[in-house]
């Protein structure tokens, strides 16, 4: 093999090396797809007003309002959120426990705003 050769095939086996380590590299990397979970409230209501998790599977809630503005509060995982009307409101949430745990409107809506709860399970 002559010397042209020899760094020709040096340099070929670099960048295969270099390319198999940035495919592995960005697997291991690669965010998680979530779940999205379209949730409207309104009329004091959630809709769906029950949500099937999987422990450990990683959702995003995407809430919006159909009149005005809501709150959204699962407070068994510390999160919640304003739910404002013409914006999608965001959380995130990988469950860590199983079980039935409600979910409500944190923000006065008027007369149902009591009432305005809704229950995520999360199974095994
Ligand atoms: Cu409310």
Same mark, same amino acid.
């Given at each position: +093999?002559?010397? $042209? ?9 670099? #960048?295969?090396?270099?390319?198999? @380590? ?5 697997? #291991?990397? &690669? !965010? ?9 409230? $309104?009329? %004091?209501? %959630?809709s769906p007003d029950s949500i099937t998790l999987k422990? @450990?599977?990683?959702? !995003? %809630?995407?809430? *919006? ?5 809501? /709150?959204?509060?699962?407070? &068994?995982? /510390? ?8 914006? !999608? *409101? ?6 860590? $426990?199983? /079980?039935? %745990?409600?979910? *409500? =409107?944190?923000?006065? =809506? /008027?007369?149902?705003?009591?009432? +305005?709860? @809704? ?6």
């Amino acid at each position: +093999m002559n010397h $042209k050769k020899r760094i020709l095939l040096t340099g070929v086996l670099l #960048a295969s090396a270099v390319v198999s @380590g940035l495919l592995t590299y960005t697997r #291991a990397n &690669a !965010v998680p797809v979530e779940r999205v979970i379209h949730i409207t409230a $309104k009329n %004091f209501q %959630f809709s769906p007003d029950s949500i099937t998790l999987k422990k @450990g599977e990683p959702v !995003v %809630f995407e809430i *919006s309002s159909g009149d005005r503005k809501h /709150g959204f509060s699962l407070r &068994a995982f /510390g999160v919640r959120t304003d739910v404002l009307p013409g914006k !999608v *409101s965001r959380i995130r949430l990988t469950p860590d $426990k199983t /079980g039935k %745990f409600t979910f *409500s =409107c944190d923000v006065f =809506c /008027g007369d149902g705003h009591e009432e +305005m709860t @809704g229950t995520v399970i999360v199974t095994e």
